[in-house]
């Protein structure tokens, strides 16, 4: 496939800036030929000038013409063929089997989508008929206009230019500039492409999507700063997100941030859990960590138990096995050396013990970090929050307590994340309770007895939590709620019905469910 280094506005190529970065191979450190051409302020202008206008063309379609439009971006994608599986492999050595089945979920993404939008229902139609004294109040939800998007760079796919960010701004009739991440240009082009003959194939506006690529800030802090964007989407560091939440807020009319970011996922276990089970958690832990490298945002980076010597001879177990187990393939050299200043940091303090790893592999041909476990004391953990900085890699910390009481102390200090776990029997249910719930206070999602690795892709996933995980804990970025980032609801009252939208009129043309003076229905008024 014949890429040209150049960003895709509304569909036309451009390279105006002299600034260019490569893409790099991370297994062997060498870089491709091809210049990939930093965007320009002016191109940013753009690109978000041509989304507000597709906005104002297509902010009336229908569900289910947005609904062929993702069904045809899914097509679209996947006749792509393998060159976009071996382009990604080559960008981020992830590998083909994980690329082959992030390249499914990315298309199964667009399709749920289309599924939900053809239902319907997803508008959330709700209306109070007119009552004595009150008037008629009908709501629904609607699209917020131009969305920026920023590409993350550990999931080249699923969160990437055509991620579940872009998936769910589209389906809620948002047109999507997205931030291509430089982790992966030729990637990000090769969708740029699916999206440009998707939209032709489909007389979809062509700002309706717009790519820039960019190594370095200045694209990113242009695009959050323009007037036109409405809502951002990103997924990334913690020093990020928070950098771009604060760009937003700086604005003159500010806007909502949908900021996804660091996270150490807690995973408690109980006594009972390692008589029982010792040797299978251990091995679901350690292939936790080092699935993908360890580089997860839900990579499971704290592990709380009760001192004891079941606990200590687990705690030698899992590292001996994350000890064997290979070095695998970081993503870039900016991840290796995050990861470098990340764990040199927390071993800089004296309550740091490591067992393994904790160090760079020096001389490697490819970009890598040795797996490392480390252990600290509850006490540690509560007196220094830096302790609980993510490690974006094959990288996990055991946190000792001395009694369940220290254990609950220390869950009450942790700080907000995706996922919290634990791992407990069946017959200590009710000694746990108040622990789970108190873990619930903690994260987006609570997992029993499995791995947070895995973010399944359906109604009730819920992949957000409150900060510093994220910056709206009330949202998710996975999961069909995600489109509710990119919607707001709008109540009419006492407008005619021939001035109504079809979800919203006295007849229900659209036979969809609605909440009807407090009781669901998909008949007419
Ligand atoms: P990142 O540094 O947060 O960058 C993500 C995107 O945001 C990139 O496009 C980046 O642009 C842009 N960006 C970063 N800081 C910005 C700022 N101040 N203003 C405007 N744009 C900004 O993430 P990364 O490159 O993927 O990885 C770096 C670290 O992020 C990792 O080591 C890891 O700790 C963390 N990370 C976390 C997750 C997660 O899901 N929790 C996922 C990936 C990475 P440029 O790259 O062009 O500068």
């Known amino acids: 496939m014949q890429l040209t280094g150049q960003n895709y506005i509304a569909g036309v190529t451009s390279a105006e ?24 302020a002016a191109e940013v202008d753009r690109a978000v000038e041509a ?10 379609y229908s569900s289910t013409r947005i609904a062929d439009f993702l069904d045809e971006i ?31 979920r990315t298309t ?22 007119e009552a004595a004294g009150q008037p008629s109040i009908r709501q629904m939800q609607f699209p917020v206009g131009p969305v920026a998007i920023f590409a993350a760079s550990n999931f080249p796919f699923a969160f990437a230019v055509a991620g579940g960010d872009t998936a769910s701004a589209l389906a809620a009739g948002c047109p999507a500039v997205v931030k291509a991440h430089p982790g992966h240009p030729a990637t990000s082009e090769m969708f740029a492409l699916a999206f440009k003959a998707a939209i032709a194939a489909q ?17 990113g802090q242009w695009l959050v700063a323009h007037d036109g964007i409405e809502a951002v989407g990103f997924t990334g560091s913690l020093r990020g997100g928070r950098a771009i939440y604060d760009a937003a807020a700086r604005r003159p009319r500010p806007i909502p941030v949908y900021a996804e970011m660091g996270s150490v996922n807690p995973v408690v276990i109980t006594q009972a859990a390692l008589a029982q089970r010792a040797d299978e958690i251990a091995d679901g832990l350690v292939a936790s960590v080092t699935m993908g490298t360890g580089q ?33 393939v970081l993503l870039n050299e900016t991840i290796a050396r995050g990861l470098e200043g990340a764990v040199s940091q927390t071993i800089a303090n004296p309550e740091i013990n490591v067992l393994t790893g904790g160090e760079a592999i020096a001389d490697s041909d490819y970009f890598c970090f ?57 017959d200590e249910l009710d000694d746990i309770s108040d622990l789970l719930h108190q873990l619930r206070e903690k994260a987006g999602r609570v997992i029993w007895n499995g791995f947070p690795t895995g973010v399944a892709v359906v109604h009730a996933m819920q992949h957000g939590g409150p900060y510093p995980a994220t910056t709206a804990p009330g949202t998710t970025s996975v999961g069909m709620n995600a489109i509710y980032r990119f919607m707001r609801p709008i109540a009419f009252q006492n407008v005619p019905d021939a001035l109504l939208p079809d979800a919203l009129k006295d007849g229900n043309p659209l036979g969809i469910m609605r909440l009807v003076d407090d009781v669901y229905t998909d008949g007419a008024q």
């Open 17 to 40: 800036g002299a600034e260019t970065f490569f893409s790099v191979n991370p297994r062997s450190k060498e870089r491709d030929d091809l210049p990939y051409h930093n965007a320009t």
């Open 51 to 60: 989304a507000a206008a597709a906005f104002a063309e297509a902010r009336n």
């Open 74 to 104: 899914a097509d679209q994608i996947e006749a792509l063929g393998d060159d976009l599986l071996h382009s990604a492999d080559r960008e981020t050595g992830l590998g083909l089997p994980r690329l082959t089945g992030e390249r499914a």
């Open 108 to 129: 199964g993404q667009f399709r749920a989508f289309g599924a939900m939008l053809r239902e319907g229902s997803y508008l959330r139609p709700i209306i109070n008929s």
């Open 203 to 219: 007389g979809f506006p062509a700002g309706a999507f717009s790519m820039l690529q960019g190594s370095g800030i200045d694209v």
């Open 296 to 328: 997860f945002c839900t990579n499971p980076g704290l592990i709380l138990l009760q001192d004891s010597p079941a606990a200590q001879h687990f705690i030698a177990a899992v590292s001996d096995k994350m000890s064997a187990a290979p070095a695998g």
């Open 370 to 426: 040795s797996n490392t476990v480390m252990q600290t004391s509850a006490s540690a953990i509560r007196a220094d929050d830096r302790l609980q900085v993510e490690h974006f890699g094959p990288v996990t910390l055991f946190v000792v307590c001395e009694d369940a009481d220290d254990l609950r102390a220390t869950v009450d200090a942790l700080e907000g994340n995706l996922t919290s776990t634990i791992h407990a029997e069946a």
